[in-house]
């Protein structure tokens, strides 16, 4: 055989697939409303009776749901509780932190108090908790024991108590699953919230919380009380024997070392303040004498260095001359001077008077001599009392340091000692308090929360709300059922309108035929397209010839090749109502050219052994025996004839070539049945003598890519492609939204006019 796609020309395959690639590429980034909206449109009834269907559905479960109803009680967290006498510190919690209403808040959740309330209501034995048998349950059960292969779980043997137990859990677990602990926000209040199908046991679960929790608190509190009265007396007799025993040690020291008052706790007062003033005034002492003697022994000094007789000499010094008795003796020597240096002035020596007082003044030298020598000989005797009073205070010191120092040991070990009693008398005092405090108010605690609010039995149910199921369960199927819709739509990559067509294919729409429904025995009449009940498939039939035949205005179209992408598009049924319409004005032929599945012969009822193509051109017979001409319509048809071993040998020789160029003298339409471009190359070759090319495409049936392979083989062959038809149309789905204006509508206008067999007619009115 011949392989067409390799002999073939590709000159146009770079430009065809370029501009395939654009379209579909500009096709997908254009969001197009009135698409989805004609989606919707098509699928409205489907989603409005699912959406219906969904909602009976859903009336019907909602109807059989067994109502629950739900019970609220508040409680009052007490933050400040009310104590007889306060010692928060043995419960452990402080009640103005935020941490402690979320532990209450858990404590009112925990599984304790739900037990607890479970016992107390024996709730075991009330319908609401027993649970029902489950129909599906017991099946995939039986399912599951009789098949051999899958694993089976082993069950575990429990005796009467754990048994007992387990359900007792599982009780409890389903309880907390319907019980809720809300807070209030920013207040003290706590919600406690109870569902069950019976409305009085709500109310009465939800009341009985609070009682079990405020209850067990203050069980709580009482048991704590008693273990801290109980260890507080049992430190107390130990507290007192450590108590006596460390002021038996402080007397019994006091008795040894004879104290009577070692306290020094302002400074003034105490043996060790009175030796420590003592202390202090003795180094003063020490420290004034030594400067004293000091001060004596620079003047011996000096006395020593000038001599006891030099007067003059002596007279500088500031301690001697400073003295008051040598200063009086020196006023008067000045004034006896003066009386001298006076009478020396009126008298002569030897007068008496000068004589007298040169003599008083003799005394007065002497007398000042004579002082000057007993202050030298008093500081000498000063410094000699100075020294002895130096060296007994240096001793007293000594005496007094070593009394202090035994002093102060005896008063360190008698601190410690007090301190010991004065710690062991507080730590019994404040257990002591404590343990009166914990004896006196044992029976007494006030309660940590309190009913605000007690729960009540509901009226009405909470859930189901039985038309908001079914409102959402119809808003909610409508949406689903416009995604399903979307999503089949995305999905369907097929044909379904004349925008699919021009925008996938890049092809020109010739046309459209509807779906025709027939029963299957009958099958499609083949003069359906001249029957009365035909007339719109007619019509449909005619737009399509019209449209082909203005397209080809300037151009010499006469051999015209009808093909699709794979076999049962419709393509012979195409071929033959278009050569009817076009036989109503046209000299037209019919050529069956699918010599590998010829259907011709079987639409037009013409025997199987008749001669066709095959035997005109393998040249058997002649053209007059190949033909047969079809009354109704006024058409001639060529058949395939006998089927050849070899079909597109036979179609790519010359011989087919001159016969349709002799054709094409007698007739003015040379309409060819070819076979699926997808299957075989036959319409590939026959593409290259054919001056048009109809492509059928069956619409929501034919996939894109399968179509635009087809149409891409045909392009890279060189085939004239004058359009696509798209045949079998659902016409009940399309709307006012379709792109079908053009090519088909459901109203007729007016009556068919008389066929004309005039070309021009045809071609000016089209």
């Known amino acids: 055989m011949i392989n067409a796609d390799k002999d073939l020309p590709n000159t146009s395959s770079g430009l065809s697939n370029s501009s395939l690639d654009l379209t579909k590429s500009t096709s997908e980034e254009v969001i197009d409303l009135r698409h989805y909206f004609s989606v919707i449109n098509k699928n409205k009834w489907r989603i409005i009776f699912l959406a219906l269907a969904v909602s009976i559905f859903a009336a019907i479960v909602a109807l059989n749901i067994t109502p629950i109803y739900r019970a609220t009680a508040t409680l009052l967290i007490e933050a400040d509780q009310v104590k007889a006498v306060s010692f928060e510190e043995i419960y452990g919690l402080d009640s103005n932190r935020k941490e402690y209403y979320l532990t209450q808040f858990e404590v009112l959740k925990s599984r304790k108090i739900a037990q607890a309330v479970v016992e107390k209501l024996d709730l075991i034995n009330h319908p609401d908790f027993i649970g029902k048998p489950s129909a599906i349950r017991e099946f995939i059960k039986d399912v599951k024991s009789n098949i051999p292969f899958l694993p089976q779980k082993k069950e575990v043997v429990l005796d009467g108590e754990e048994e007992s137990d387990m359900v007792l859990q599982l009780l409890v677990k389903s309880f907390l699953s319907r019980l809720t602990i809300s807070p209030v926000r920013k207040t003290q209040l706590v919600n406690i919230t109870f569902e069950s199908s019976d409305p009085q046991l709500a109310a009465l679960v939800a009341n009985t919380v609070g009682e079990v929790y405020i209850d067990q608190n203050l069980a709580a509190k009482i048991g704590m009380t008693e273990t801290a009265a109980g260890w507080l007396t049992t430190r107390l007799s130990g507290l007192r024997m450590r108590l006596d025993e460390s002021e038996t040690k402080l007397q019994e020291y006091r008795e040894r070392e004879n104290l009577i008052d070692v306290s020094n706790m302002s400074g003034v007062s105490g043996v060790v303040g009175l030796i420590s003033n003592e202390l202090e005034q003795t180094s003063k002492q020490l420290v004034i004498e030594r400067h004293v003697r000091n001060k004596l022994l620079s003047i011996v000094r000096v006395i020593n260095e000038y001599g006891r007789d030099n007067l003059d000499m002596l007279g500088t010094i500031t301690e001697i001359t400073s003295h008051n008795t040598i200063q009086n003796v020196k006023k008067e020597l000045v004034i006896v001077g003066r009386k001298v240096s006076e009478l020396s002035q009126v008298y002569g020596p030897k007068h008496p008077k000068m004589i007298a007082a040169q003599a008083e003044l003799i005394t007065v030298n002497d007398n000042l001599s004579n002082q000057v020598h007993k202050l030298i000989t008093g500081v000498e005797k000063q410094l000699t009392t100075s020294e002895r009073n130096i060296n007994a205070l240096e001793e007293e010191l000594v005496r007094i340091k070593a009394q202090y120092q035994t002093v102060t040991s005896k008063e360190y070990e008698y601190r410690k000692l007090s301190r010991e009693v004065e710690t062991n008398r507080k730590i019994y005092d404040t257990f002591f308090s404590r343990a009166k405090e914990t004896e006196v108010t044992s029976d007494f605690n006030s309660a940590v929360a309190r009913f605000t609010d007690r729960a009540f039995r509901p009226a009405y149910p909470t859930t189901p709300n039985k038309p908001l199921i079914v409102i959402l369960a119809f808003i909610v199927t409508l949406g689903f059922g416009v995604v399903i819709a979307f999503v089949v739509d995305a999905l369907n990559d097929t044909f379904k309108d004349a925008h699919d067509v021009e925008n996938k ?162 007739y003015d339409r040379i309409i ?38 087809g149409i891409g083989r045909l392009v890279r062959a060189s085939a004239k492609i004058a359009g696509v038809v798209l045949n079998k149309v659902d016409t009940r789905k399309t709307s006012q939204s379709d792109s079908y204006h053009g090519y088909y509508n459901e109203y007729s206008y007016g009556d068919e006019l008389t066929p004309v067999n005039d070309t021009r007619t045809l071609n000016k009115n089209g």
Do not use: W
């Open 505 to 666: 294919l890049s092809q020109r729409m010739l046309g459209l035929l509807p779906l025709i429904h027939f029963k299957k025995k009958v099958g499609f009449m083949l003069h359906y397209f001249f029957d009365e009940s035909g007339k719109k498939f007619a019509e449909s039939v005619r737009t399509m010839r019209t449209s082909f035949v203005l397209t080809q205005l300037d151009k010499e179209c006469k051999t015209i090749e009808v093909t699709s992408s794979v076999p049962g598009e419709g393509k012979t049924t195409t071929a033959i109502n278009l050569a009817f319409a076009l036989a109503q004005v046209e000299r037209t032929i019919l050529i069956d050219a699918d010599m590998r599945k010829p259907s011709v012969c079987k639409r037009f009822d013409i025997p199987p052994y008749q001669p066709g193509l095959a035997n005109l051109i393998a040249g058997t017979e002649k053209f007059s025996e190949c033909i047969f001409h079809d009354e109704v319509s006024g058409l001639t048809v060529m058949p395939c004839g006998q089927r050849p071993p070899n079909p597109l040998e036979l179609l790519s020789s010359p011989k087919f070539s001159e016969l349709l160029a002799e054709l094409k003298l007698s």
């Open 672 to 709: 060819i049945d070819t076979p699926p471009v997808q299957s075989v190359s036959d319409a590939l070759v026959i593409a290259q003598q054919a001056d048009a090319v109809i492509y059928v495409v069956k619409s929501d049936d034919t996939r894109i890519g399968v179509a635009q392979e």
